[in-house]
């Protein structure tokens, strides 16, 4: 069984820039659920994807958008980036939406906007 | 504005003893909570949770208090053990699988 796998793990933007996160999500799972961790912060959620919809968005500007492919793997974008999006974004995947369906995180993409 | 706050950053245990990290919420409404343990350079692993109709849920050394009056559960770690050093959050549902995390307690027992 392979776990949630995220790429890249580092990478650093300059302000104005576009990124994208790559998130696979684990095998069997249907949804995938991406979150924000500022430093000295807890988890922030940014918005879900299931069977390839978005299903539910956190408090985060429209730059922050997403993707779920057929597969279940996901992208996160965000345009015009800030200094404040400097943060560990964190992949989870679930086997659906339900409070029942545990989620099981990748080891994040810390990005530094300079 | 914070829907689940912890407020201690950080505590130093020492092996053996017990661990008590806290968290409160400003939600009556939510119906269950979770503790996930962070480990550096890791994502978040779920530990334990406890639905707003029970007032304890007991897995081995990790017990998780809930006290609704308050809007306040605890964990407690029983003896607590080095590889128990970890940041530690509590998070309670927006909706479904969807949460709010707190801000995180930082773990560390002494050897």
Redesign the interface.
Known sequence: ETGVTQSPTHLIKTRGQQVTLRCSSQSGHNTVSWYQQALGQGPQFIFQYYREEENGRGNFPPRFSGLQFPNYSSELNVNALELDDSALYLCASSLGTSFSGELFFGEGSRLTVL | DQQ?K?NS?SLSVQEGRISILNCDYTNSMF??FLWYKKYP??????LISISSIKDKNEDGRFTVFLNKSAKHLSLHIVPSQPGDSAVY?CAA????????????TSLTVIP
């Open positions: 689940v912890q950053p119906d269950y350079a890791e994502g978040p692993t779920f959050f549902p927006r909706t479904g699988n969807q949460f709010y995390f707190g801000t995180g």
